[in-house]
């Protein structure tokens, strides 16, 4: 550096410690020098520190032989030095003179031209050397222009103009785009007060309208079910979009923008008998909320076919088939009941031309709704209900019953259809053959749980749905038949879902009791009768010891089919007893008497005559009472056969009494 004496400034630039400033410099220096922490060791250290303590001593003894060679080396160096220093004075110089010829210049050639200000015109005559004022003066120098600007007054006002003119343009687009913002911004405010008018309209009308999941910044409305299955619940939200005119457009995503409806068909023979009707598809301007309420209709429609499908699958006992297409229920060889997913966007051809329908597979299409519906009921019972989870999801998941349901009210019915036709041509048929005391009586009566009986106070929802349940599940019929007034048959039909679809038939020959426990219910005598009239009336009954029926509980008959054989094989022995007895009574003989022969019941008397008597059906379906007669004519055996149907007989309209006592009398 240079000495305190020194006339310059100048100094060079500081040299900086080089010690490390922070702990971050030092992990940084260590890292370079050293590669990392791990290479320093106490070892290194104290051998570098005794490196370097002898590297000092040798250092001492080097030092004594170089002092004598500096000595010379510094008569050079101060010779540089003083060089050094002249010429950088004399560069100062150069400059400073050379600063000071340029300020003269410009000094003298501002004295002669006028400057704009008095103060800057004085400034530069006093800036001015005295040595330059002596020799040469003041305003001895000038300068003029090569050439003149070509910028006139008439140029400059139009120049002026054109620029007011560009500025007034300015003004007008900026006008105009305002304008222009706002009819957009009115427009805007229309459509968005369209888009917002749906939207109130749909929120009105009850639907949950909300910000989409996945975008918050979109609303969407919730059409689905709260208890529908997972696959539908998740995926029934939908978003409302703006369209250009500001109408709302409802993008369904899952389900489309198709609707769908479950059809139900029947058919007999290969053609179609009956179908549910298909509503029409709505156009695509209907208001909002009809849209909406027809995507809760599809997608109501897509989980119950879903459904189903699932449990086509554990029904395969019961004559149940599905494909990716349909579910075919095979009543019998003839009779089919299909159903089907069918959108609406294709145009309905099949029901017009069916000219009489039954309106059962109507019936059977609000069905399966209801049931669906009452699925939902159920699961939201469990959920709310339920205080502990249950030990799987698998069970809460098993298949609703709505096929085995649809099935069981079908066989329901065809049971009740059976058994009265039977009793009611069977009564005629008696009737025919002059048996004057049959008569018949059924009804159909569901079965009402005893929570709903009587006038209670109050009724909450798992009430309302032991209602339903027995309302769909426990349907029941009873019926009556008179045959003598000692001869009674009762009997009681009930549907069952679990272990197999059916109905059983329970037959008694004294009448059900009524049970308020929801148990049983046949819809006849309220009074319950006691041990001591129920065994009397047992004793009456000739049935009971000659052809009784099966326990009505523990062996109940298994359909229709084995209940009208023994109904008719207990008319048979009733019958037969009855002729014995008036036909004895009318001869004044005590020999004849009936008994159990391969054959059947027959009626013997001492002349060994015989009179079997049976209840058949013709190849139409209908009943016959016949009476076959055999006795000896000599050395002959003489036969001859009386019938009696509903609508006519053989006989002459003689009764079945007076011809066993024309057979036995021997006039026959």
């Known amino acids: 550096m240079a000495s305190p004496g020194s006339p310059f400034s100048l100094r060079p630039w500081p040299i900086g410690d080089k010690k490390p400033k922070n702990l971050g410099d030092f992990i ?41 060679d500096e000595e010379e080396t510094d008569a050079e160096k101060s010779k540089n030095v003083t060089a050094a220093r002249e010429e950088f004075l004399k560069n100062i110089e150069v400059a400073h003179q050379s ?23 004085k400034a530069a005559e006093t800036s001015i050397s005295a040595a330059l004022r002596e020799r040469v003066g003041i305003a001895t120098i000038g300068a003029t222009k090569m050439n003149e600007s070509n910028m006139t007054e008439a140029r400059r006002q139009d120049d002026i103009a054109v620029a007011t003119g560009w500025r007034l343009m300015g003004v007008n687009n900026m006008v105009d785009s305002v304008m222009a913002a706002a009819e957009k911004l009115e427009k805007e405010m229309e459509l968005e007060a369209k888009y917002w008018a749906d939207i109130l309209a749909v929120s009105e009308s009850g639907w949950a309208v ?8 979109t609303l969407g409305v919730r059409y689905g079910f709260a208890e529908s299955a997972p ?131 109507t019936a059977y299409y609000v069905y399966m709704q209801f049931l669906l519906f009452q699925g939902h009921r159920q699961n939201y019972h469990r959920r709310t209900t339920m205080s502990q989870p249950p030990p799987s999801r698998v069970a809460m998941r098993q298949p609703y019953s709505i096929l085995r349901a649809v099935i069981a009210n079908s066989e329901y019915f065809r049971g009740c259809k059976v058994m009265t036709e039977f009793l009611e041509d069977l009564v005629l048929t008696l009737r025919r053959a002059g048996i004057s005391t049959a008569s018949s009586k059924s009804g159909a009566q569901p079965l009402i749980p005893a929570l709903l009986q009587g ?40 549907v069952a879902n679990v272990p197999y679809i059916g109905m059983h038939f329970s037959i008694s020959l004294t009448p ?102 049976d209840i058949t059906e013709d190849p ?28 006519r007989d053989d006989a002459g309209g003689e009764s079945i009494t007076d011809v066993l006592i024309k057979v036995m009398d021997g006039r026959s």
Not at 595 to 600: D, M, N, P, V
Not at 620 to 647: C, F, H, I, P
């Open 28 to 68: 940084a220096r260590v890292n370079a020098e050293r590669g990392g922490f791990r290479n320093v060791t106490e070892e290194k250290l104290r051998e570098e520190i005794a490196a370097q303590e002898n590297g000092g001593i040798e250092a001492d003894e080097v030092s004594d032989s170089e002092a004598e």
């Open 99 to 121: 600063a000071m010829l340029g300020l003269d210049f410009i000094s003298l050639l501002s004295s002669k031209n006028k400057l704009d200000t008095e103060e800057n015109q």
């Open 210 to 217: 909300c910000a989409l999941p996945q975008e918050p910044h």
């Open 231 to 361: 696959e539908f619940r998740n995926s029934s939200i939908a978003a409302l979009r703006r369209n250009e005119d500001g109408t709302v457009r409802l993008d369904l995503g899952r389900i489309g923008g198709g609707s769908q409806r479950v059809r139900v068909t029947l058919k007999k023979n290969g053609s179609i008998v009956d179908q549910s009707p298909l509503p029409g598809r709505i156009p695509d301007n209907a208001p909002l909320q009809d849209r909406v309420l027809e995507a809760r209709n599809t997608v109501f429609h897509q989980e119950l076919w879903y459904e189903i499908n699932r449990e086509a699958r554990t029904l395969l006992s019961s004559d149940v088939y599905s494909d990716s297409s349909s579910i075919t229920w095979i009543q019998d060889a003839e009779t089919h009941m299909i159903f089907t997913l069918e959108d609406l966007a294709e145009p309905d051809s099949t029901h017009e031309k069916i000219s009489d329908t039954q309106c059962s597979c």
């Open 455 to 494: 006038n209670l106070p109050r009724r909450n929802a798992r009430m309302e749905l032991n209602f339903i349940n027995n309302l769909v599940g426990r349907l029941e019929s009873a019926f009556e038949l008179i045959i003598t007034p000692e001869a009674k048959i009762f009997g009681r039909g009930r």
């Open 512 to 613: 059900f009791s009524t049970q308020t426990s929801g148990g049983e219910n046949t819809g006849g005598d309220n009074s319950m009768p006691t041990n001591e009239e129920r065994e009397k009336k047992e004793l009456q009954n000739p049935l009971q010891h000659s052809y009784p029926p099966s326990d009505p509980v523990r062996e109940p008959y298994p359909n229709a089919r084995e209940a009208i054989y023994y109904i008719r094989q207990a008319v048979i022995r009733v019958v037969v007893q009855k002729l014995v007895d008036e036909a004895s009574e009318r001869l004044g003989r005590d020999d004849m008497d009936w008994s159990e022969l391969a054959r059947g019941p027959t009626v013997t008397d001492r002349d060994d005559k015989e009179a079997h008597i």
């Open 620 to 647: 139409n379906g209908q009943l016959v009472l016949s009476l076959d007669a055999q006795w000896q004519a000599g050395k002959r055996t003489a036969s001859r056969r009386w019938n009696w149907r509903a609508n």
